[in-house]
């Protein structure tokens, strides 16, 4: 393999890799100022994957644009004049210069100066200048629009602090059969203290409220089944009270 085939080769690999690292900031980015799960486990599956591609997507088009951009100028300034020349001889290939022949191959160190220079401009202008951080910060708030974010997670609160909400009547038969799957007998129940069985039952009515929300608003199913977790500490502290 020719030498210049394998530095061009090169070049483009590390052009990738700055793609990856100019990538992993949008995906933070696109979590800022909240945790990833609060984020991931708020909305649906579905629209936090379109919404956090979509915000990934454009950044990295950006990357893209200023790369090819950047390119044309580091060209301009290492060949100087010779490049305008070869503009003034495209319509007659064979009579231009070596040089300009040159330029149809891929310039390894261009190339390079151009990913390097569009992906700090990126990770350090962008985020730190007041016109180019609002178009970030605006692009942000419009994915997480696209996620139903926070609108999702504050109209789920809404729905379990309204003053009308109560256990249901059949909440401590479903606890039972919860209860069961871990290997907790219902005669056991006995053992709880009343406060505990109270915060159960109501854990309960909780979950089957989730459960009609995620049928009439899309609400992350994986947010709802980690309630489950409940039943597991609920299980663990049945035991701690039969061994006592």
């Given at each position: 393999?020719?030498?210049?085939?394998?530095?061009?080769?090169?070049?483009?690999?590390?052009?990738?890799?700055?793609?990856?690292?100019?990538?992993?900031?949008?995906?933070?980015?696109?979590?800022t100022p909240?945790?990833?799960?609060?984020?991931?486990?708020?909305?649906?599956?579905?629209?936090?994957?379109?919404?956090?591609?979509?915000?990934?997507?454009?950044?990295?088009?950006?990357?893209?644009?200023?790369?090819?951009?950047?390119?044309?100028?580091?060209?301009?300034?290492?060949?100087?004049?010779?490049?305008?020349?070869?503009?003034?001889?495209?319509?007659?290939?064979?009579?231009?210069?070596?040089?300009?022949?040159?330029?149809?191959?891929?310039?390894?160190?261009?190339?390079?100066?151009?990913?390097?220079?569009?992906?700090?401009f990126i990770?350090?202008?962008?985020?730190?200048?007041?016109?180019?951080?609002?178009?970030?910060?605006?692009?942000?708030?419009?994915?997480?629009?696209?996620?139903?974010?926070?609108?999702?997670?504050?109209?789920?609160?809404?729905?379990?602090?309204?003053?009308?909400?109560?256990?249901?009547?059949?909440?401590?038969?479903?606890?039972?059969?919860?209860?069961?799957?871990?290997?907790?007998?219902?005669?056991?129940?006995?053992?709880?203290?009343?406060?505990?069985?109270?915060?159960?039952?109501?854990?309960?009515?909780?979950?089957?409220?989730?459960?009609?929300?995620?049928?009439?608003?899309?609400?992350?199913?994986?947010?709802?089944?980690?309630?489950?977790?409940?039943?597991?500490?609920?299980?663990?502290?049945?035991?701690?009270?039969?061994?006592?």
């Amino acid at each position: 393999m020719r030498p210049d085939v394998i530095q061009s080769a090169q070049s483009v690999v590390v052009a990738i890799a700055l793609g990856f690292l100019v990538a992993a900031w949008a995906f933070q980015h696109f979590h800022t100022p909240d945790r990833p799960e609060d984020i991931r486990f708020s909305v649906s599956r579905q629209r936090y994957f379109v919404a956090l591609g979509m915000h990934i997507s454009i950044i990295l088009a950006a990357y893209a644009v200023l790369v090819l951009a950047l390119y044309q100028v580091v060209l301009l300034a290492t060949k100087g004049t010779d490049l305008i020349g070869c503009w003034t001889c495209m319509g007659n290939r064979p009579l231009c210069p070596d040089d300009c022949k040159d330029l149809r191959l891929l310039q390894p160190g261009s190339l390079v100066w151009a990913a390097l220079m569009s992906a700090l401009f990126i990770r350090i202008v962008v985020p730190n200048v007041a016109i180019t951080r609002h178009i970030v910060d605006r692009l942000r708030s419009q994915t997480h629009d696209l996620a139903l974010f926070p609108f999702a997670r504050e109209s789920l609160v809404a729905a379990l602090s309204a003053p009308g909400f109560t256990p249901r009547k059949d909440s401590e038969n479903e606890l039972k059969v919860e209860l069961a799957r871990y290997g907790v007998a219902s005669n056991l129940m006995s053992f709880l203290l009343a406060s505990t069985q109270r915060s159960l039952v109501e854990a309960c009515s909780v979950r089957r409220e989730l459960l009609k929300l995620l049928d009439r608003s899309g609400t992350s199913r994986e947010a709802l089944e980690s309630n489950a977790a409940c039943y597991r500490i609920a299980g663990g502290q049945t035991r701690v009270y039969k061994r006592g």
